[in-house]
């Protein structure tokens, strides 16, 4: 039997504006600067702009697979747990409430008014579910005359948008400010403080705070983004309080503007997203976005900044980020020309390959601080909840399916740096198989342009590979030599306990597992054994599984099942 190696050319991608990118999309959809990322239960995400009519969605691949036009101005999205699409909306209009299926389909609409105060406008911030299914949404209530006196206010409903208590919050909020839902059924809005509740809406805590953004929750605590002017420099931190609103720690601040995201990773650490003026000389700054990382005490790792490589277009706002299960990192914002006019504003969406952060941060780009001297305190006199009286009616719509008119572009630089073994050994009679980085051009010295080959003769065999905007090339060779000291290899070897078919697939194939227990594992990896896919078995005896949206070439199948673990070679053609 011959004996397979499997050879990985291991490219590691990093450093500054040269992060790796799956695609570049824009839209000719007038785009305010905030946005709104969700990764939904599917593996795949979907997209909303602030004060915009649109909702889209997308497969893991960024694929686009359906757009609704939804008639008014959305703010937030949040995904339910059931992966229904909850959406809040008001700008200087009454707060609406939306619950659309997983197919975009609506279920219900609803406006909320008020009577208790002469109301100039509203503005609603954000929307969430609670661990128990509840809803809530959060804004901002400009009262008569001219909208001088605001007031924060939150709804709490049930699943169903029926109001459970509807409270404004004393003393007088001056800006805007999102919210979450917390575990112990209160919410954390941000406004001129921190303003914690109860599960009925009354205030546990109100502090300062340097955050408008939606925090992270944490077991012992939050998390918040922020940014502020120090001697002149913006410069964007994060911080931590424990659950009562002290403040714990100040992390590193990092030169830039409009720190808007945080992101907590499963290793404990942070990804923060936010821009970066490269170049004050225009008639306005320009703007590209960054993306830091962070550990789990806010301690500067690396950072990462992109610039796309799309025509007649010079500034991007970066307002949103998610991370998908495959560890790409997808972003949203506002592209614009900034030699034009405020209407030439577009949305664009930009899928980044595994960042895999790996510490290797361009300081030249961007500068790290020290953590800046900030203060948490309680306010006197104390944030008071009141009720108000705020009155539920249905809204009749109609959803309207909406295509993209997306535009797809290469995305800017991918800067190829690599390690990789400088010799292997095969067995007399076996073969190797040399296998390159996914979704690049390649042309190996034996003529094939494949991803990987396999050889079964001595000798030295070379690869150059070319990034997908052809902004980088590189070669490497390796030396194919025979064993001398009897070892062997990984066996191609076939379980009769899975199977897979077609094999070769065009990128779907069922995988067929015979006595496969329940609470059984199926997961896909790459030639670099990283997981694209994992599914658990319910005590079925096969699984459809789709890589169409993967490049071609050879996957690995893993089913673990008890003590068992079968894996078996799938190629993509």
Known sequence: MKNLYIIFLLFILCCGVNAQSKFYKNYSISQNIYT????????????????????????????????????????????????????????????????????????????????????????????????????????????????????????????????????????????????????????????????????????????????????????????????????????????????????????????????????????????????????????????????????????????????????????????????????????????????????????????????????CGDSSILTYYAPPALSIYSFNPPFTATNINFTRQAVPTTIYDMTAGEQVYCNGYDSLQFKFPHYVCIQSGGDTLLAGPQGYSYIWSTGDTSEAITVSSPGTYSLIVVDRCANDTIRTTIDVLLCSDGSTGIGNIFFEAVHISPNPSSGIFTVQMHNCQAGARVIVRDVLGNCLLERNCRGETSQEINLSCQPRGIYFVEVLSGTERRTEKIIIE
């Open 36 to 359: 709104a990322l969700e990764k939904t239960p599917d593996g795949g995400f979907a997209a909303i702009g602030s004060k915009t009519q649109w909702l889209f969605k997308y497969d893991n691949c960024g694929n686009f697979q359906w757009g609704k036009y939804i008639p008014l101005g959305t703010f937030d999205l949040t995904i339910c747990k059931n992966g229904d699409f909850l959406l809040s909306s008001a700008w200087d209009s009454p707060p609406e409430l939306l619950r659309l299926d997983s197919d975009g389909n609506l279920k219900w609409r609803y406006t909320y008014t008020t009577s208790a105060m002469s109301v100039y406008r509203y503005h609603v911030f954000s929307c969430g579910e609670f661990p128990n299914g509840d809803l809530f949404f959060n804004g901002l209530i400009e009262a008569q005359p001219s909208g001088n006196q605001r007031y924060t206010f939150i709804i709490k409903t049930d699943s169903a948008g029926t109001i459970k208590w509807s409270n404004w919050y004393n003393p007088q909020a001056c800006c805007w400010g999102m919210a979450i839902p917390c575990t112990d059924g209160g919410v954390l809005s941000m406004a001129t403080g921190a303003i914690k509740t109860d599960s009925s809406g009354n205030v546990e805590w109100a502090t300062s705070n340097s955050s408008t953004y939606k925090p992270v929750e944490l077991n012992d605590g939050f998390v918040f983004a922020a940014y502020k002017n120090i001697s002149g420099v913006n410069v964007g931190f994060i911080y931590k309080t424990d659950k009562q609103g002290t403040l714990l720690w100040v992390g590193d601040s990092f030169k830039g503007n409009f720190f808007s995201k945080i992101s907590r990773l499963p290793n404990g650490h942070f990804l923060i997203l936010g821009n970066l003026a490269i170049d004050s000389t225009l008639p306005s700054f320009r703007f590209i976005p960054v993306i830091v990382e962070t550990d789990s005490l806010g301690k500067f790792i690396s950072q990462k900044t992109f610039t796309p490589n799309v025509p007649a277009a010079n500034s991007y706002l970066a307002g949103a980020l998610c991370v998908l299960d495959d560890k790409s990192v997808v972003i949203s914002g506002r592209e614009s020309n900034i030699t034009l006019s405020n209407s030439n504003h577009k949305f664009f969406l930009s899928k980044m390959g595994k960042m895999n952060f790996l510490g």
